[in-house]
């Protein structure tokens, strides 16, 4: 090891210091610095270990670090004043958002897509219906369902996840949602109570609630609901993470092409024209206003419908009034 002052220049009063002697310095002090680190671990000594005595908690450090890693990221966003809130808007009518961020943050706004399902309520077949919904849970295998109330032939075909292999599909995995919004779970839980508490704290303050026709699930988790399936059930039939949340946020970025251009209709409607002012009341909340009713299209988009049937299971008037959005805090 160098004593204190050797390699290093000694200067005296009055000395002229130049950027190649500060450079030079800086690049002694970092050899040094890793010289001494060097030496210092090939001086560290290990005994001989026995079994998985390496090993913590039965995990090997690249499993922990991983476990880590994980965590953090999952943190993360709680930590840097990230929000996603879901809101019901119509027009006039004020909704503030207490979001305590100390700040002015940056607002997104994403309009929530209604999609056609299957909602069931039962085992029968008469205890299910077409619908649109806003939020949906269902296993990975139900990727399309066949219409069962509109009486046409051929049926209509609901897409829940894209299988052309061109088109990511929108989900995320239950287990996840559960997590983001602190649902308490054991292997003992029942696949039942998690979706009810579920429902509970997405619909909890600053959320809005939703009517009940805007969410549900699918046949199979009914199935699996009805025979009080465990999360250790689940997880042992491999069906555990498989099964997944969908919602569908959505925003179009719209740049007039010519002076009469008008909006585009997408294959995702029925998505809504409007407009929304947003406001920043104060560093502690937001308000947000939807300024005109929203336009929806006149018919569904869903895969294979006829437009002249004109059916909107559940778009009823006073839906047709509201937009459904997720905004993004972020500071």
Known sequence: MSTPLEPYVLTHEGDLITAKLFNGVQSTIREDLANQIKKAIEGIKTVDQSGDSAKLGGKTPKEIEDAIIQRALSELPKRTGYQMIF????????????????????????????????????????????????????????????????????????????????????RIPFPTMLDLYKVPYTDSSSLEDLETEFWKALFNDPNDE??????????????????????????????????????????????????????????????????????????????????????????????????????????????RKELKVMLLLKV
């Open 87 to 170: 809101k019901r808007l119509t027009r006039d009518r004020e909704k503030v958002i207490e979001h305590k961020l100390k700040a002015c943050p940056l607002v997104d706004i994403y309009e929530l897509d209604y999609f056609p399902v299957i909602c069931a309520k039962g085992d029968h077949k008469e205890d299910q219906r077409d619908a649109y919904v806003n939020f949906y849970l269902y296993h990975s295998r139900e990727n399309k369902f066949t219409s069962i109330s509109i009486d046409v032939t051929p049926k209509p075909v609901f897409e829940i996840e894209p299988t052309d292999g061109k088109r990511r599909p929108f």
């Open 210 to 319: 939703f009517d009940e026709d805007q969410y549900c699930h699918s046949p199979w988790f009914e199935k699996c609901c009805g025979e009080q399936r465990t999360v250790a059930t689940l997880k042992s039939r491999g069906n555990w993470n498989d099964i997944m949340f969908q919602m569908r946020p959505r925003k179009v970025v719209h740049v007039p092409k010519t002076p009469t251009d008008v909006f585009v209709a997408l294959e995702a409607l029925p998505s809504a024209q409007t407009d929304i002012m947003v406001a920043q009341l104060d560093f502690e909340s937001i308000s947000v206003r939807l300024v005109s009713d929203p336009v929806y299209p006149a018919s569904p988009a869903a895969p294979n419908f006829d437009p002249a049937l004109n059916v909107q299971p559940n778009l009823n008037d006073a839906a």
